[in-house]
């Protein structure tokens, strides 16, 4: 069964930098579209970006130029680098892993940008 262990949360100032990673496990990680989404208080679960396993990537508008999405297939792990974090980006992060028509979630990470 594919496990994500999401890690690299915390609390910053606005205009820090952040990194996520993701580790994946049980299963092939080189044939998964891997995503990040995060969900704020009150609001539903967006998609921030992915990665697909040719490394196309795709961003939020809101996000796009200070985040970027990498893998590494050789250590089974996808990052979000988090550049010029604003207030809005306080939420959950959860990775994501998609192929076909199966799908797994990780069990989120905290990120809050206050001062």
């Known amino acids: 069964q594919v496990q994500l262990v999401e890690s690299g949360g915390g609390l910053v100032q606005p205009g820090a930098s952040l990194r996520l990673s993701c580790a994946f496990s049980?299963?092939?990680?080189?044939?998964?579209?891997m995503g990040w989404y995060r969900q704020a208080p009150g609001k539903q679960r967006e998609l921030v970006a992915s990665i697909t396993t040719g490394g196309t990537t795709n961003y939020a508008d809101s996000v796009k130029g200070r985040f970027t999405i990498s893998r590494d297939n050789a250590k089974n792990t996808v990052y979000l680098q988090m550049n010029s974090l604003k207030p809005d980006d306080t939420a959950v992060y959860y990775c994501h892993a998609r192929v076909i028509s199966n799908a797994y979630w990780g069990q989120g990470t905290q990120v809050t940008v206050s001062s």
């Open positions: 049980g299963g092939i990680f080189s044939i998964y579209t």
